[in-house]
């Protein structure tokens, strides 16, 4: 794959405040026209990781490029070919939609801007609402406002910092065609979720906890590498059940579902022991596949072993 | 029960957690601590109503052993400290209307015969009277001086000379403010005061409402530069400005009466230097702020001192040298005196040229000081 076809491409992407490390020797390369899904607990550095490559934080350590331009010295050009939504609405609440929007196209220099206001309203279903104060609007047009002062210059590469938070699901729906739409169109797209369906709507994953890289590739590849055993219970008595499972050996998880609990391990064997002692004969145990969310838990405790 | 009286862990535990906040507040703590602290050593130390060691120029054309006593009785009197030995009239208006000077002297030829014939010799006094509480107390001095200070050179016959009146006749000229309005000292003074004020704390939350809102994250990542920023948040407020100079001018003019005899344009072109320097302290404040509560006490902590020990409310020449010090580095005590200077003085661009520099200075620091921490990037 030559360098030209990678719209992020880094190495070793460091990044400290004080003496903790926030971000540590990460590698990431995103394909253009990928959208990239990059999940982890709160307080992991995706943020972080995020700001160096929009050229707001300089990273301590590491190189590497973004869109072909060096993370450390071209950072001008950069911030001009990126489009960064960040996780708190950072618009003007005092302007109102057009006036947002127009203010960013200004400060970009965008070729024939009246029109491109008036398209991005459009494109946006903004247009009905373009005199309304940014400040009153509600969390699911605020989100479609601040994605379109991002898309405002045309930009190769989004950045989208937990845009969906506070959002209801038909909103995220629509926002996710939108996102589909823009990526078909050649733009690449980095996104940051705590929402799993979300995650599996993009078409790589990485998983980042306390500033380090623990997973990464296709939704089917995050999951196999995982080696995550798991099993669904139903039956009486699930609760004193859940009780004995934990903490037993090869136990790792246990996580109610409604009137079904999970059982997981990275030990089939250990954890097969296990149940089958704990188990009465009303249980009905079932092995099934691992989901995102039991992958992710279980990596997140595997670290907090590792550096808590 | 307890749920619906007062109780005291309840009231203890605000206590505490606002302990805990101001603790971490430091800002907030230090101006609490800092601005009595600064009013109690400027109200306490730095003002003084009755200003001393007044720099005077001497123009004594008289060698005699009268008039020699007479000089000496001044400096004595430690109100007035002679700089300046001079014989030219040119150059002793050029010292008064720069205001390097605060009094001349003038002793005439023959003072000592007139005395010693008893014909009661004029001396002329001119002052800088643009600042009335300036120059009051030294010329009430003069007039009691008078009276005393040839008691021992007129000996035997001579003592009759020891009149009511005084043996020698004092001409007060005071130049500028001949009738002692205080208005005409306060009113242009004012117009620095007000633009202080204000320009300052608009500018100081400017940034920090942007850091305060979120919305600086997002203005990072464009590409627009520091120097825009800053400049493009002075701008409009320049304007603001202006309309507040204009304002202050007309009440100046049709309701205190102030004279205005310099030329205005010259006076609006040195009030961009002015109005520039203010908002670029206030830009750096709020880049220097946490919050917009800090802004505004920063912003306060600026400004007492620019009321206080400007020349503003209390004589510039009345304070102590460190006071003198810290006056001279704020841009509202040049300009006080470049309005007063124009208004009241008539001066001209070659006068106000010595008040010009520093706050062309200021300018400079404050801006630079306030890209530079304006940081590009968040770390």
Redesign the interface.
Same mark, same amino acid.
């Given at each position: 794959m030559s360098a030209t076809d990678l719209a992020i491409d880094v190495t070793g992407v460091t990044k400290r405040f004080g003496d903790k490390t926030v971000v540590n020797a990460i590698d990431l390369s995103v394909r253009r026209g990928e959208i990239y899904g990059f999940l982890g607990p709160n307080g992991s550095g995706k943020t972080t990781f995020i700001?160096m490559l929009?050229? =707001? =934080? #300089?990273p301590d350590g590491g190189s590497g490029t973004c869109l072909g331009y060096d993370l450390r010295t071209q950072?001008?050009e950069i911030?001009?070919h990126?489009g !960064?939504m #960040?996780q708190?609405?950072? !618009? !003007?609440?005092d302007l109102s939609i057009r006036e947002n929007l127009d203010f +960013?196209a200004r +400060?970009?220099a965008v070729p024939d801007r009246p029109a491109a206001v008036q398209h991005s309203l459009e494109r946006l279903g903004l247009q009905n609402r373009s005199h309304q104060l940014a400040g009153q609007l509600s969390g699911g047009w605020k989100q479609r406002l601040a994605l379109a002062a991002c898309l405002i210059h045309s930009p190769q590469l989004l950045l989208l910092d937990e845009p969906t938070a506070g959002v209801d699901p038909k909103a995220r729906r629509e926002f996710w065609d939108e996102i589909h739409q823009l990526a078909a169109d050649g733009l690449t797209v980095l996104i940051t979720t705590h929402y799993m369906d979300e995650a599996e709507r993009c078409h790589r994953l990485a998983y980042l906890a306390y500033g380090n890289l623990l997973a990464r590739g296709t939704l089917a590849e995050v999951l196999a590498a995982a080696h995550l055993t798991t099993w669904s219970v139903s039956g009486p008595g699930l609760r004193a059940l859940a009780a004995r499972l934990r903490g037993q050996p090869g136990v790792e998880q246990v996580v109610a579902f409604g009137t079904m609990l999970h059982v997981s391990g990275h030990d089939a064997a250990l954890l097969d022991a296990t149940r089958t002692a704990a188990s009465d004969p009303d249980h009905e145990w079932k092995k099934i596949n691992a989901g995102l969310e039991d992958v992710f838990i279980s990596l997140m405790d595997a670290a907090k072993d590792n550096f808590a | 029960m307890s749920e619906r009286r007062f109780t005291f862990h309840r009231l203890w535990a605000i206590v505490l957690k606002e302990f805990i906040q101001m603790k971490r507040d430091r800002v907030t703590f230090a101006m609490m601590v800092g601005i009595p602290l600064l009013q109690l050593l400027m109200f306490g130390y730095a003002i003084n109503s009755d200003p001393r060691h007044l720099p005077t120029a001497l123009r004594c054309a008289d060698q005699g052993p009268f008039a020699r006593t007479f000089i000496q009785a001044m400096r004595t009197s430690d109100y007035f400290v002679i700089v300046q030995d001079t014989a030219s009239e040119a150059e002793v208006q050029r010292l008064l209307q720069v205001g390097d000077v605060q009094f001349v002297i003038n002793i005439p030829a023959d003072f000592s015969r007139q005395l010693l014939r008893g014909e009661r010799p004029s001396v002329l006094i001119e002052a800088d009277a643009t600042d009335p509480a300036a120059t009051g107390p030294a010329l009430a001095a003069v007039n009691a001086l008078a009276g005393s200070i040839f008691n021992r050179d007129l000996p035997g016959p001579l003592a009759k000379l020891h009149g009511k009146a005084g043996p020698v006749d004092f001409r007060i000229h005071a130049h500028y403010n001949p009738e002692n309005i205080t208005q005409y000292n306060v009113v242009p003074g004012l117009m620095g005061v007000v633009l202080t004020m204000t320009m300052v704390i608009i500018t100081a939350l400017a940034i920090t409402r942007e850091r305060e809102r979120g919305t600086m994250e997002n203005l990072l990542a464009t590409p627009v530069r520091p120097f825009e920023v800053m400049v493009g948040k002075i701008l409009p407020y320049i304007a603001v400005g202006y309309i507040q100079v204009t304002l202050i001018l007309i009440a100046a003019r049709f309701l205190f009466h102030v004279p205005m005899v310099g030329s205005l344009p010259l006076l609006y072109t040195v009030a961009l230097l002015f109005i520039g320097a203010n908002l670029a302290v206030g830009i750096t404040f709020s880049t220097l702020a946490q919050n917009q509560l800090q802004a505004v006490q920063m912003a306060f902590f600026f400004f007492l001192p620019s009321i206080l020990l400007s020349g503003f409310m209390f004589p510039f020449r009345g304070m102590p040298p460190w006071a003198q010090v810290v006056g001279s580095c704020l841009p509202n005590t040049h300009f006080l005196r470049i309005v007063r200077g124009i208004l009241l003085k008539g001066n001209g661009f070659a006068e106000i040229t010595p008040e010009l520099w520093p706050l062309l200075l200021f300018l400079t620091v404050a801006m630079s000081v306030g890209v530079k921490r304006y940081r590009q990037t968040l770390d």
């Amino acid at each position: 794959m030559s360098a030209t076809d990678l719209a992020i491409d880094v190495t070793g992407v460091t990044k400290r405040f004080g003496d903790k490390t926030v971000v540590n020797a990460i590698d990431l390369s995103v394909r253009r026209g990928e959208i990239y899904g990059f999940l982890g607990p709160n307080g992991s550095g995706k943020t972080t990781f995020i700001r160096m490559l929009c050229g =707001l =934080l #300089t990273p301590d350590g590491g190189s590497g490029t973004c869109l072909g331009y060096d993370l450390r010295t071209q950072q001008a050009e950069i911030k001009r070919h990126v489009g !960064y939504m #960040t996780q708190k609405f950072s !618009y !003007y609440e005092d302007l109102s939609i057009r006036e947002n929007l127009d203010f +960013i196209a200004r +400060i970009y220099a965008v070729p024939d801007r009246p029109a491109a206001v008036q398209h991005s309203l459009e494109r946006l279903g903004l247009q009905n609402r373009s005199h309304q104060l940014a400040g009153q609007l509600s969390g699911g047009w605020k989100q479609r406002l601040a994605l379109a002062a991002c898309l405002i210059h045309s930009p190769q590469l989004l950045l989208l910092d937990e845009p969906t938070a506070g959002v209801d699901p038909k909103a995220r729906r629509e926002f996710w065609d939108e996102i589909h739409q823009l990526a078909a169109d050649g733009l690449t797209v980095l996104i940051t979720t705590h929402y799993m369906d979300e995650a599996e709507r993009c078409h790589r994953l990485a998983y980042l906890a306390y500033g380090n890289l623990l997973a990464r590739g296709t939704l089917a590849e995050v999951l196999a590498a995982a080696h995550l055993t798991t099993w669904s219970v139903s039956g009486p008595g699930l609760r004193a059940l859940a009780a004995r499972l934990r903490g037993q050996p090869g136990v790792e998880q246990v996580v109610a579902f409604g009137t079904m609990l999970h059982v997981s391990g990275h030990d089939a064997a250990l954890l097969d022991a296990t149940r089958t002692a704990a188990s009465d004969p009303d249980h009905e145990w079932k092995k099934i596949n691992a989901g995102l969310e039991d992958v992710f838990i279980s990596l997140m405790d595997a670290a907090k072993d590792n550096f808590a | 029960m307890s749920e619906r009286r007062f109780t005291f862990h309840r009231l203890w535990a605000i206590v505490l957690k606002e302990f805990i906040q101001m603790k971490r507040d430091r800002v907030t703590f230090a101006m609490m601590v800092g601005i009595p602290l600064l009013q109690l050593l400027m109200f306490g130390y730095a003002i003084n109503s009755d200003p001393r060691h007044l720099p005077t120029a001497l123009r004594c054309a008289d060698q005699g052993p009268f008039a020699r006593t007479f000089i000496q009785a001044m400096r004595t009197s430690d109100y007035f400290v002679i700089v300046q030995d001079t014989a030219s009239e040119a150059e002793v208006q050029r010292l008064l209307q720069v205001g390097d000077v605060q009094f001349v002297i003038n002793i005439p030829a023959d003072f000592s015969r007139q005395l010693l014939r008893g014909e009661r010799p004029s001396v002329l006094i001119e002052a800088d009277a643009t600042d009335p509480a300036a120059t009051g107390p030294a010329l009430a001095a003069v007039n009691a001086l008078a009276g005393s200070i040839f008691n021992r050179d007129l000996p035997g016959p001579l003592a009759k000379l020891h009149g009511k009146a005084g043996p020698v006749d004092f001409r007060i000229h005071a130049h500028y403010n001949p009738e002692n309005i205080t208005q005409y000292n306060v009113v242009p003074g004012l117009m620095g005061v007000v633009l202080t004020m204000t320009m300052v704390i608009i500018t100081a939350l400017a940034i920090t409402r942007e850091r305060e809102r979120g919305t600086m994250e997002n203005l990072l990542a464009t590409p627009v530069r520091p120097f825009e920023v800053m400049v493009g948040k002075i701008l409009p407020y320049i304007a603001v400005g202006y309309i507040q100079v204009t304002l202050i001018l007309i009440a100046a003019r049709f309701l205190f009466h102030v004279p205005m005899v310099g030329s205005l344009p010259l006076l609006y072109t040195v009030a961009l230097l002015f109005i520039g320097a203010n908002l670029a302290v206030g830009i750096t404040f709020s880049t220097l702020a946490q919050n917009q509560l800090q802004a505004v006490q920063m912003a306060f902590f600026f400004f007492l001192p620019s009321i206080l020990l400007s020349g503003f409310m209390f004589p510039f020449r009345g304070m102590p040298p460190w006071a003198q010090v810290v006056g001279s580095c704020l841009p509202n005590t040049h300009f006080l005196r470049i309005v007063r200077g124009i208004l009241l003085k008539g001066n001209g661009f070659a006068e106000i040229t010595p008040e010009l520099w520093p706050l062309l200075l200021f300018l400079t620091v404050a801006m630079s000081v306030g890209v530079k921490r304006y940081r590009q990037t968040l770390d």
